[in-house]
């Protein structure tokens, strides 16, 4: 078993994983464009030279980033690959000097196992809804909201809308 950083010769299988469980509704889906533009986020996990498994740290700010994109196929789940996937993604969140990562998942017991807690989703700074406005459950997320501190103490820091351009009406909607 190697956890490794994705190349983009992994892209499609990473498109497999995903895809597969979005179409089951467990996750969101991912085209080939987003993977392949945002293939340095991806680590993978191989098992007898197959990928297997992958997730992905998409920063959103300077001190927080989400991880995204955690498939593990069937037939190679409950050996640990989830969560060695995830403690990569944290290992490289911590190399960036992160003081937060967080996830919106269904899978709340795993991602507790591995130190996460549930939070309220209107908590969240609003950076974070930066990605969703594009989202087909926008305003209607079922998804749990779930965080891992990385520095003890520190909270990601408030966010100021001027900082970017994004369509402010839409995001008031969802955040109020
Ligand atoms: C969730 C998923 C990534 C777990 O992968 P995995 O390799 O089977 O998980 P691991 O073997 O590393 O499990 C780590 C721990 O979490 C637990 N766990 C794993 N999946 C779980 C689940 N669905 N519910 C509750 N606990 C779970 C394991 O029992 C294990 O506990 P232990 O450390 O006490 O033994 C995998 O089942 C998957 O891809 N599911 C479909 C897609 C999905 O939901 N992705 C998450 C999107 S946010």
Redesign the pocket.
Known sequence: MEIRKAKTADAVRIHELVNQ?ARQE??LPRTMLSIYENIRDFHVAELDGKVV?CSGLHFTWGDMAEVRS???DES?????????LVEANIAEAREHGLVQVY?????T??FA?LGFRVVAHDSMPRKVWMDCINCPKFNCCDEVAMVLDLVEGVNPEPFDVSQVNIPIVKLEKRVG
């Open positions: 469980y467990q996750m498994g955690l498939a593990v190679a789940g409950k050996r640990g690959l989830g969560r060695k996830a919106f998942t269904y899978v017991e795993f196992k």
